[in-house]
C-alpha cells in the first residue's frame, strides 16, 4: 500500500504554507520510512523556491514517488508535479507553467536585482521542464514565456507527463501490455501510452484483439531498437547499445537489445577495456598497450620474455577481439558469396522471367504512346566514328 499525501490548496494555504509547505512534506516523507509514495496534486501554485525544495525532497527520496494531478497544477505546483518517477495527470486536468513573478518595489537599482533574480529562477524552473520533457531550452522558455496552459492530451505528448488516468476498467491481461511502457526509453514510453490511451472502438475483454495490440507494440519496439542498435565487436562477443559506447551507455548481448550483457570487463579490438556492471557501462578505459599491425607476428621467445603479464593477457583479449571482428566479416561474405551463387544457379528461365522492361520501340503498332529508348551518351554520332566502331569489333 503506497503512502499518500495530498498537496490540494485550502482556503489560506497554497505552495510554500501549512500542509504544502516543503517543510510538511518533508515530515511526511520521513513518516513513509521508504514506502512508494503518491503524492495528490491540486495547486494554483505559490512559491515558487519552496516548490523547488519539494521537487527536491521528492527526487531524493528512496522510494518510488508518483505525482498525480488531480485537477490543476498550475506555476509553482506544475514544477512539483515534475518530482515524481511518474507523472500521472487525470484526463479532465489541467497543467499551467509560466514566467515566475516577485511583488516588490524600490528605485531602478533595486527593481533591476528583482529582474536580474527571476531570470535566474527560470532558468532553473525551465531545466525542471527539460529535465522531465527532453524538449530544447528554446522550447521550453518560449512555452514558459506564452503562459501555457496544457490539457492531459497536450502534456502528454510534449512529455510532461507520463500517463492520463482515464478511469476505464483495467485492460485484460495488462501486464503483458505494461512492460512495453515500464521498460521503453521515455520517447517512446509516450508514443505506447497514445497508442494504448486510444481505445475508443476496443473491446478490453477481447483476448485476440489485445495478443494483436501486443504483437504490433513488440514490432514497433523492434524497429526502433534496430534502427539505433549499434554494435561493439569484444573478445567475449557483441555488445549491442544505442548511440556511442560510453559510461551509463546501457549495453546487451542480443539484438533486439532485450537481454542486459553480464558484467564482465570486455576489450575491443581497439584495445579498450570497457567494464559493464548490470547492463550499463561503468567505465571505459584506454589501451594499455600499443599493438601495431607489424607486432602480429611477434615471436613467441619475445612474448615470454616480456616483464609485464599483464601486457601479455591485454595483447590476447585484444587479439580475440579482432578475431571476433574478422569472423563478422566472414560471415557476411559468406552470406554475399551465398546469395551470389543462388544467383548463378538460375535456369535461363528464371533469369529471363526477372528482367523486365518497359521500352517500347519507336513507332510501334502496340502503343501510340510508344518511347523511343533514349540514344546513349557514348554511342558514336559521326558516319567516321561510326566506321570506326564497326572495324574495332569487325563488322
Known amino acids: 500500500m503506497s503512502y499518500k499525501i495530498y498537496l490540494h490548496d485550502t482556503e489560506t494555504d497554497c505552495i510554500g504554507s501549512g500542509t504544502l509547505s516543503s517543510a510538511y512534506i518533508q515530515q511526511q516523507l520521513e513518516a513513509a520510512a521508504g514506502a512508494d509514495v503518491d503524492v495528490h496534486i491540486s495547486s494554483v501554485g505559490g512559491s515558487a523556491f519552496d516548490a523547488i525544495a519539494i521537487y527536491d525532497l521528492l527526487k531524493k527520496y528512496p522510494g518510488k514517488v508518483t505525482t498525480y494531478i488531480d485537477a490543476l497544477a498550475a506555476s509553482a505546483a506544475s514544477v512539483?508535479?515534475?518530482?515524481?518517477?511518474?507523472?500521472?495527470?487525470?484526463?479532465?486536468?489541467?497543467?499551467?507553467?509560466?514566467k515566475p513573478m516577485v511583488g516588490s518595489g524600490g528605485n531602478a537599482d533595486e527593481l533591476l536585482k528583482d529582474v536580474q533574480m527571476l531570470n535566474v529562477v527560470q532558468s532553473r524552473l525551465a531545466q525542471i521542464y527539460m529535465d522531465k520533457s527532453g524538449l530544447d531550452g528554446i522550447t521550453i522558455n518560449s512555452l514558459i514565456n506564452s503562459v501555457t496552459w496544457m490539457t492531459a492530451d497536450q502534456a502528454l505528448d510534449?512529455?510532461?507527463?507520463?500517463?492520463?488516468?482515464?478511469?476505464?476498467?483495467?485492460?485484460?491481461?495488462?501486464?503483458?501490455?505494461?512492460?512495453?511502457?515500464?521498460?521503453?526509453?521515455?520517447?517512446?514510453?509516450r508514443c505506447i501510452n497514445k497508442i494504448l490511451n486510444n481505445k475508443n472502438n476496443m473491446n478490453i475483454e477481447n483476448r485476440e484483439l489485445i495478443e494483436k495490440t501486443t504483437s504490433v507494440l513488440d514490432k514497433i519496439m523492434n524497429f526502433f531498437k534496430k534502427v539505433v542498435n549499434k554494435q561493439t565487436i569484444t573478445d567475449k562477443g557483441t555488445l549491442h547499445h544505442a548511440g556511442d559506447i560510453d559510461q551509463g551507455t546501457e549495453v546487451y548481448q542480443d539484438e533486439d537489445m532485450t537481454t542486459p550483457a553480464p558484467a564482465d570487463t570486455y576489450t575491443t579490438a581497439e584495445g579498450k577495456k570497457v567494464t559493464v556492471q548490470k547492463g550499463q557501462v561503468q567505465k571505459v578505459s584506454p589501451c594499455e598497450t600499443n599493438i601495431d599491425d607489424e607486432d602480429d607476428d611477434l615471436p613467441d621467445d619475445?612474448?615470454?620474455?616480456?616483464?609485464?603479464?599483464?601486457?601479455?593477457?591485454?595483447?590476447?583479449?585484444?587479439?580475440?577481439a579482432r578475431l571476433h571482428a574478422q569472423n563478422a566479416l566472414l560471415s557476411e561474405a559468406k552470406a554475399a558469396l551465398e546469395t551470389a551463387n543462388n544467383s548463378l544457379q538460375k535456369?535461363?528461365?528464371?533469369?529471363?522471367?526477372?528482367?523486365?522492361?518497359t521500352f517500347t520501340p519507336e513507332g510501334s503498332k502496340r502503343s501510340n504512346k510508344a518511347k523511343a529508348e533514349a540514344t546513349?551518351?557514348?554511342?558514336?554520332?559521326?558516319?567516321?566514328?561510326?566506321?570506326?566502331?564497326?572495324?574495332?569489333?569487325g563488322k
Do not use: C, W
Not at 84 to 97: E, F, H, R
Not at 376 to 393: D, G, L, M, R, T
Open 80 to 98: 512539483v508535479a515534475m518530482g515524481g518517477q511518474q507523472v500521472v495527470m487525470s484526463k479532465y486536468a489541467l497543467l499551467m507553467i509560466h
Open 158 to 189: 510534449l512529455g510532461f507527463i507520463d500517463r492520463i488516468d482515464d478511469y476505464n476498467s483495467p485492460i485484460t491481461n495488462s501486464a503483458l501490455i505494461q512492460k512495453y511502457t515500464d521498460t521503453a526509453p521515455a520517447v517512446y514510453q
Open 302 to 320: 619475445k612474448l615470454r620474455s616480456s616483464k609485464r603479464p599483464l601486457d601479455v593477457e591485454n595483447r590476447v583479449q585484444q587479439l580475440k
Open 347 to 357: 535456369t535461363r528461365v528464371e533469369v529471363k522471367n526477372e528482367i523486365k522492361s
Open 376 to 393: 546513349p551518351f557514348f554511342a558514336p554520332q559521326s558516319e567516321i566514328a561510326k566506321n570506326a566502331v564497326k572495324k574495332a569489333i
